[in-house]
C-alpha cells in the first residue's frame, strides 16, 4: 500500500514562494519516477515537474527557471520549491509516484484512466493573486 501525503500549500501573492512536500510511505519500488502535477476543477491533471530514479530532473516549459524538484529518497520526501508565482499556477498540487512505463502515460498530461495506472495524493491548495 502506497500512501502520499501532500503539505505546504496556501496563499500567496504574484512574485511569492511557496514549498510543497509529499512525505510517501509504502512500497515505492526504487525505480518510481515522482512527480508532482497541478489540477484545476474540470480538467485532468498537468504536469509541472518530475524526477526519474537517477535524479534526472523534468519541467513543463511554464514552469523552468521558477520551479525547483527534488527527492530524498533516504526520507521518502518530494519537495518542490516554488518561487516567482503567478495566478495560472493556482491549482490544486498533486504528488505522483509511478513506474517508468506507467509515467509515460501521464506525462505531461494525465488522458483518460492512465492515472489509474499510478499513485497519487490528495493533493495541496496553492493560490496566487
Known amino acids: 500500500q502506497v500512501q502520499l501525503v501532500e503539505s505546504g500549500g496556501g496563499s500567496v501573492q504574484v512574485g511569492g514562494s511557496l514549498r510543497l512536500s509529499c512525505a510517501a510511505s509504502?512500497?515505492?519500488?526504487?525505480?518510481?519516477?515522482m512527480a508532482w502535477f497541478r489540477q484545476i476543477p474540470g480538467l485532468e491533471p498537468e504536469g509541472v515537474a518530475a524526477i526519474d530514479a537517477d535524479g534526472t530532473t523534468r519541467y513543463v516549459d511554464s514552469t523552468k527557471g521558477r520551479f525547483k524538484i527534488s527527492n530524498d529518497r533516504t526520507k521518502n520526501i518530494l519537495s518542490l520549491e516554488m518561487t516567482g508565482l503567478r495566478p495560472e499556477d493556482t491549482g490544486l498540487y498533486l504528488c505522483a509516484a509511478a513506474k517508468p512505463d506507467v509515467f509515460k502515460t501521464i506525462w505531461p498530461v494525465v488522458a483518460g484512466t492512465a492515472a489509474h495506472g499510478a499513485y497519487w495524493g490528495r493533493g495541496t491548495q496553492v493560490t496566487v493573486s
Open positions: 509504502g512500497s515505492i519500488g526504487s525505480s518510481y519516477v
